[in-house]
């Protein structure tokens, strides 16, 4: 199994709304990553965990709040979003030993409408 | 800080013609990863290639081929005999590689929109 899942595909959601984004993969990656994407834009990192550690945040507003129950899963908890956070989210996991990167693998994305 | 440069922000050719995609990145690293992905209307990140700063060969795939200069930081993508199939968004990354696995960040490029005319 070489792919990424992610669900759902799509999501709008009310500004009051608690919804959660899906992310999860069985290539033994132990790197999982939350990526932001708006129209016409580049993927902009969020998270990152290594060995389900959080271990980057790049300053995500807190009503953005990721979880990594194990190595095969991670999970984006969204509340009271604004509507400027509507975007697609991708999910990437990736492998690293001795420093060499075995490449990123990048799921299909949550394309996120806020109202 | 690692930056990459897409400076073509869109390009148009008409089918069959060859055209070539430009990537020029920094990095303060002597070990680092440069990628290239496709993103179709769909959405999804297609991954084209992966290569590490220590191996300077040209690579071919097919109709595409990379040409990687690290004397001029550049990374550039040429595909041949272009297709309709071939209209897309195409991204340049840069990962560098940390000491400590876990703080590897993907940085990329802004993108270059191709579009084939059939």
């Known amino acids: 199994d070489t792919e990424v899942t992610q669900t759902p595909k799509h999501l709008v959601m009310g500004m009051t709304n608690k919804k959660s984004l899906k992310c999860e993969q069985h290539m033994g990656h132990r790197a999982m990553y939350w990526y932001k994407q708006k129209a016409k834009k580049p993927p902009e990192l969020m998270f990152v965990y290594s060995y389900e550690k959080l271990s980057i945040n790049e300053s995500v507003p807190s009503r953005f709040s990721p979880e990594c129950p194990n190595s095969s899963l991670l999970n984006l908890h969204l509340h009271a979003l604004q509507p400027e956070d509507s975007a697609l989210y991708l999910c990437a996991s990736s492998q690293v030993i001795f420093r060499t990167v075995y490449g990123y693998t990048f799921g299909s994305g949550t394309r996120l409408t806020v109202v | 800080a690692q930056k990459v440069t897409q400076a073509q922000t869109e390009i148009s050719v008409v089918e069959k013609e060859d055209v070539t995609l430009d990537c020029v990145y920094e990095t303060r690293d002597t070990t680092y990863y440069l990628f290239w992905y496709k993103q179709p209307p769909s959405g999804e990140l297609v991954f084209l290639i992966r290569r590490n700063s220590f191996d300077e060969q040209n690579e071919i795939s097919g109709r595409y081929s990379w040409n990687f200069q690290k004397s001029t930081s550049s990374f550039n993508f040429t595909i041949t005999a272009s297709q309709v199939v071939d209209s897309a968004v195409y991204f340049c990354?840069?990962?560098?590689?940390?000491?400590?696995?876990?703080?590897?960040?993907?940085?990329f490029g802004t993108g270059t929109r191709l579009t084939i005319i059939p």
């Open positions: 990354a840069l990962s560098e590689v940390e000491r400590d696995f876990g703080n590897e960040k993907l940085t």
